[in-house]
């Protein structure tokens, strides 16, 4: 069950060259599902074979909270120019769970008492220890998120123009996993993008340059731990490189 308390105001100022818009958000989780090897519950026990005394399974994890705030603006600077853009506050709290952290580099161990299934004799074998995550943020949820976006039109003499435009993003650290394992914390990182358009008179043609991550820097979208022997095996997806293009776009008005 989800309950999400939310409000938020607008107004406007200036003579309405400037734009604001604010609200604020709660949510709170009163069962939230996650997939995680833990300890068992409800009288069950593992097979006497097993070598560890956990599972992996579905879990309802109790009062998990999330809360924030999204600021969005649009400023007329001019008649042609404006600036617009968002910032965004998130933080989250997980509620009262304990399981396996994969691949954390500082996990604790214990040795299980089973059976071995080849011969039938008493052995015992070293598993990691749950951990508990009580309090850890959610998964892939920056605190942090910024953007803002300056355009400009600039009148040409034969009745064509130019449209200018340039966006910064920046978007804050976050972890993959509720694990919150530092060593595997995605670093914030921003972009800068910038476009210039050429635009006819009649409107019918256009012609844009435009530059994605101008600066050329790398961040990852996620990097989460998946398994493998160990643990050890992680998966990355990083945002792209500096791209250059050119676009032409020609809407001939057909009911002429």
Known sequence: TLINYEGGVK??????????????????????????TQEL??????????????AEFIDAIPNSKVKGLEVEYSYALSDRTSLIGFYAYANSEVGQHS??????????????????????????????????????????????????TL?????????????????????????PTIGNVDLYEIPSYSRFDASVRWTSKDQIMSVQLYVNNLLDEI?????????GFGGQVFLG??????????????SPDLTR
């Open 237 to 250: 997806s990083p945002n792209n490189h500096r791209e250059v293009g050119l676009t032409f776009r020609y």
């Open 41 to 54: 519950g409800g009288g069950f026990t593992p097979d006497v074979y097993y070598g560890t005394p956990l």
């Open 11 to 36: 107004a406007t100022y200036l003579d309405g060259r400037l734009q604001l818009a604010a609200s604020a958000f709660y949510m709170d989780y009163d069962k939230m599902h996650l997939a995680a």
């Open 99 to 148: 399981s396996v952290i994969i691949g954390d580099p500082n996990a604790s161990y214990g040795l299980h008492d089973h059976i071995d299934f080849e011969t039938g004799l008493p052995t015992q074998s070293w598993y990691e220890l749950p951990q508990d995550q009580t309090g850890n943020r959610l998964p892939s949820q920056p605190k942090h998120k910024v953007a803002m």
């Open 151 to 175: 355009i400009h039109d600039k009148p040409l003499a034969a009745g064509s123009s130019l449209g200018f435009l340039g966006t910064w993003a920046y978007n804050g650290s976050m972890y």
């Open 219 to 227: 961040g990852l979208n996620e990097f989460t731990a998946s398994g």
